[in-house]
């Protein structure tokens, strides 16, 4: 009973995966990962935009 107790205990552990990054993305080289993040989302842009506001109005 010990020994079926153990393997299943080792079985679980074993079968855990620690979070990993997904495939195909990397850092950006101007920037250092913080301890302890992976990357769950990745895309690619060749250029994006984004309009800001300032109290309500448009720029």
Not at 27 to 49: A, C, K, L, W
Request: proline share 3%.
């Amino acid at each position: 009973m010990k020994i079926i107790i153990t393997v299943l205990t080792l079985f679980i552990f074993c079968s855990l995966s620690f979070p990993q990054d997904i495939e195909g993305s990397k850092d950006h080289p101007m920037f250092n990962r913080i301890s302890g993040f992976n990357i769950t989302e990745y895309n690619v842009e060749e250029f994006g935009t984004h309009t800001f506001y300032l109290n309500g109005d448009s720029l």
